[in-house]
């Protein structure tokens, strides 16, 4: 096949991968699983030419995968087709698929040619316009939670551990930090690094973290947090996919274990001028803050509330929110520490970022980089100020404010007029329409443990 139809680094991933025998067209859906079809290679210049047809019901997908009628874009519009075209420069090879295979992003288009209004990438995009046009460019990198578990549920029905391929046990105890643990999982290591590096995904840090089996992977800093976003969503697909070629099930989920930590999806964030200078850096030596910096945080605790659906959009989510456990209860910040909710990494003050704690590595990640980078424009555009930060354990001394359930937060998110003018009416009452549809099929099961604790005692 020619590449005359592709941008030129596609062209030349194309040139890369002799032999290809399929590619997969993806499209991040309002939760961010990949949705889309598998084309013949053949085709894929008409895709880069003319763009291929995908339901707009894709971005009314529940979590099961069934349309949410309520959110008007399934039966409502005749479950019509839309355009998606795609994404320049995301064309890359799949390393784990055992016939020479491709993936390829996509965006969606109205009739008129108007990007989607439900597309959370596009959504992205029009945040970061709203600082471009203040002159501010900015810097993202994203950190992801994940465990490792046996493809076998427990004796009880609840996942577990995976063997350890040195000790031939299931990990059980908390070592966080321990280079044993990365030794032990090194196959399964070696080749996520291997498979991000084909992709030109850039992941430089793999932590063993806070509970057995728990990995983070951290990915470079990006001045184009579009791509970083791309990156997080191609790096959780490379996570699965090669724990399953060793054996395991990687999960993403915000609390897959009562008593162990949750899963974070961690965003750190830096805004420059156009001449490169921090502006969260301080304006004179020994000043501890910037007014850009007061004013960014001032505008995400502003608005945390609000957003907090985005943040954490499952009902598993909110299992995570426990005191003492690493994650923020409220909108406190402070400098090195992390039990706040908008930590200020250690380090020199040109460097100087805030790291937003709140979210679960189950959020769509470009939803949770729109929502704060919409909070930070909210603060600096009305010059929010911000309180006091928190030196010692927040816990001790701040009160809880987020949201504690899944209702409460699709209530807040579905009643802002702040969501509606950050992202659009659209776009909000499609986000709550589907989460409150979600809710509804979730308070419709019964748990196991209604029936242990009602069936007969009652």
């Known amino acids: 096949m020619t590449a005359s139809a ?15 025998e399929s590619v997969d067209l993806l499209i991040p859906d309002a939760n961010g699983l990949l949705r889309g079809k598998r084309i013949d290679p053949q085709t894929l210049e008409k895709a ?50 055992p016939q020479p295979s491709a993936q390829l992003l996509l965006e969606m288009f109205h009739e008129d040619g108007r990007p989607f209004v439900a597309n959370p990438r596009q959504l992205l995009r029009e945040v970061i316009a709203k600082l471009q046009a203040m002159d501010i460019r900015v810097v993202v990198a994203v950190e992801l939670e994940f465990y490792l578990l046996d493809h076998k549920l427990d004796a009880k029905g609840y996942p577990q551990a995976p063997v350890n391929a040195h000790t031939g046990e299931r990990d ?9 643990d990365l030794d032990s999982y090194r196959h399964f290591i070696d080749e996520v690094r291997e498979a991000t590096r084909q992709q030109r995904i850039p992941a430089d840090t793999a932590v063993a973290e806070y509970a057995p089996g728990q990995f983070e992977i951290n ?6 947090p579009l791509a970083a976003c791309d990156d997080a969503i191609l790096l959780k697909r490379t996570i699965k ?17 009562a008593q162990l930590a949750g899963n974070g999806l961690h965003l750190h964030v830096s805004l420059y001028d156009p001449r490169g200078r921090n502006l969260m850096a301080a304006d004179e030596p020994g000043r501890p803050a910037s007014p850009t910096l007061c004013h960014a945080i001032g ?3 502003r608005t945390l509330h609000e957003a907090m659906l ?37 380090g020199d003050a040109q460097d100087r970022r805030i790291e937003h704690r709140v979210s679960g590595a189950d959020a769509n990640p ?17 010059e929010i100020p911000c309180d006091a930060p928190v030196s010692g354990n927040a816990y001790a001394q701040t009160q809880a404010e987020i949201p504690r359930s899944w209702e409460a937060a699709q209530q807040a998110f579905a009643r802002s007029r702040w969501i509606g003018e950050a992202f659009g009416g659209d776009f909000q009452r499609i986000f709550a329409a589907l989460k409150a549809e979600e809710l509804r099929l979730f308070e419709r099961q019964i748990t196991p443990l209604e029936y242990q604790w009602y069936l007969r005692s009652v």
């Not at 592709?6 to 290809?20: M, N, S, V």
């Not at 059980?172 to 044993?180: E, M, S």
């Not at 996919?241 to 274990?257: D, E, L």
Request: hydrophobic letters at 40%.
């Open 6 to 20: 592709l941008p030129e680094r596609d062209a030349e991933t194309l040139r890369r991968l002799p032999g290809l």
């Open 48 to 97: 880069y030419a003319t763009g291929v047809c995908l339901p707009a019901s894709i971005f009314a997908a529940d979590i099961t995968g069934d349309t949410a009628e309520s959110t008007g874009l399934g039966f409502a519009i005749g479950d019509c087709d839309l355009l998606c075209r795609p994404v320049p420069g995301t064309l890359q090879p799949v390393p784990w698929s």
């Open 172 to 180: 059980q105890t908390t070592q966080v930090y321990l280079i044993d």
């Open 219 to 224: 990915l470079s800093h990006r001045d184009d």
């Open 241 to 257: 996919a090669v724990a399953a070629r060793h054996g395991m099930q990687a999960t993403f989920m915000a609390k897959p274990y």
């Open 299 to 301: 505008g995400l605790q």
């Open 310 to 346: 985005l943040f954490a959009p499952h009902a598993n989510s909110y299992r995570r929110f426990q005191s003492e456990s690493f994650v923020p209860l409220n909108g406190s910040w402070g400098y090195n520490n992390r039990t706040v909710a908008l930590r200020i990494p250690a």
């Open 366 to 382: 470009y939803l949770v980089t729109a929502a704060i980078l919409a909070g930070i424009h909210h603060g600096l555009s009305t």
